[in-house]
Nanobody, 124 residues
Framework: QVQLVESGGGLVQAGDSLRLSCVAS????????MGWFRQAPGKEREFLAT?????YTAHYVKGRFTISRDSAKNTVYLQMDSLSPEDTAVYYC????????????????????WGQGTQVTVSS
């Protein structure tokens, strides 16, 4: 059974940094893309960054958020810098099979597995 477990969220002040981790287990993730999304209260789930055959970061967080991975540990990270109260949300990790010829996945419906989420709260 595939499981994704996020960690690293918490309460921080504006300008601080956090690093989220997501550990995948229960399957073989070769050929899978791993991504990060977030959902703030009353808003739709929002794509942030992904790692497939290549990495891609949404323009609205690029320069502040950096995705990385350790394939040997089936772990993907999201380094978040210069956090602001607008970054307050539940952050989710997801995994999805990469179709042939697709370098990365940016839509939530493309992902098959999701973690339970980790809360990030940024105070002003």
């Amino acid at each position: 059974q595939v499981q994704l477990v996020e960690s690293g969220g918490g309460l921080v002040q504006a300008g601080d940094s956090l690093r989220l981790s997501c550990v995948a287990s229960g399957g073989t993730f070769s050929g899978y893309g791993m991504g990060w999304f977030r959902q703030a209260p009353g808003k739709e789930r929002e794509f942030l960054a992904t790692f497939g055959d290549n990495s891609y970061t949404a323009h609205y967080v690029k320069g502040r958020f950096t995705i990385s991975r350790d394939s040997a540990k089936n772990t993907v990270y999201l380094q978040m810098d210069s956090l602001s109260p607008e970054d307050t949300a539940v952050y989710y990790c997801a995994a999805g099979k990469l179709p042939p010829g697709t370098w990365f996945l940016t839509r939530s419906r493309q992902y098959d597995y999701w973690g339970q989420g980790t809360q990030v709260t940024v105070s002003s």
